[in-house]
């Protein structure tokens, strides 16, 4: 049987930014943050070149315009670079009009740095869903813009669409098809969790991690980690976050790095858009 190539994809932003802490540093104040990004996605690209995998870098267009060298670093290295927005606001909390010119933006800044195409996206905590906030509006947008796929919608609860695929899927729109990749979830009594990533990856079981990609992998589905550059930095800045906050940004950090390790070694890695290859 052929192996499945799993997707491992980082999310290519500093340490500040982080969803809904506006009163507490507001966007205006990033330029005179410390920027951990160089250093943080670094240890990463290590990682990932010790077991010569490529993986999807989502990247933050606040970024590349600030830290252009890490953005060309990350692609000369052969890793496919995509998209997460540029100024890292959730997408229910724009118009479209809005979402298209920082979407649009975040494009044109990105391929201005490594001349290549983009052809997918990552919108801030898994912000595309419907219900309260609805912002399915934004799937025929990025079909507009040629965005081919899209990893937006997490299988969760509050966060995402509870009812969504746990496997990738394809959407029609007015403007063409998208592909969407979830993140890996698991299934349990009290809905899906999020083990794929973030938090949950640092905090459940490393077998039940395992077995729930192994499951996956088994159907020939792909599983898609991923990870945060503030993740690999175990003494981050200290802001005043929310108790919520600080365990989701910061808890069990250390373990990110021996989790990535360990899959490595275990499953069969690469760049969403070399699971896809040709039908992309
Ligand atoms: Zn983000």
Redesign the pocket.
């Known amino acids: 049987m052929r192996k499945v190539l799993n997707a491992i994809t980082v999310?290519v932003?500093d340490w500040f930014?982080i969803?809904n802490i506006e009163t507490i540093l507001p966007p205006s104040e990033w330029d005179r943050c410390e920027s951990r990004v160089e250093k943080n996605v670094t240890k990463i690209l290590e990682i990932l070149s010790k077991h010569r995998v490529f993986g999807t870098f989502f990247v933050?267009g606040y970024v590349a315009r600030r830290l252009p060298e890490v953005i060309k670093m990350i692609a000369e290295e052969g890793h496919e670079i995509a998209s997460?927005g540029f100024g890292?606001t959730q997408v229910y909390k724009m118009t479209p009009d809005e979402f298209n010119r920082d979407l649009t933006r975040s494009k044109r800044v990105i391929q201005e740095v490594t001349g290549g195409q983009v052809l997918g996206y990552r919108a801030?905590?898994w912000s595309i869903r419907r219900g309260r906030g609805n912002s399915l509006w934004a799937l025929p947008i990025l079909a507009a813009n040629g965005f081919r796929y899209d990893s937006s919608i997490a299988p969760l609860r509050i966060i995402g669409i509870p009812s969504a695929s746990r496997k990738p899927y394809t959407i029609q729109t007015d403007h063409g098809k998208i592909e969407e990749f979830p993140p890996l979830v698991k299934n349990t009594w009290v809905g899906n969790v999020p083990i794929g990533g973030g938090w949950g990856l640092r905090v459940f079981p490393y077998g039940m991690i395992r077995k729930a990609m192994g499951e996956l992998n088994c159907q020939g589905i792909p599983a898609v980690i991923f990870l945060?550059p503030s993740e690999f930095d175990p003494d981050p800045p200290k802001i005043p976050l929310p108790v919520s906050k600080r365990f989701v940004c910061h808890g069990k950090i250390k373990s990110t790095e021996e989790r990535l390790e360990r899959l490595m070694v275990d499953f069969p890695f690469g760049a969403i858009r070399e699971i896809y290859g040709d039908s992309l």
């Open positions: 999310d932003e930014h969803c933050l997460h890292h801030p905590e945060h």
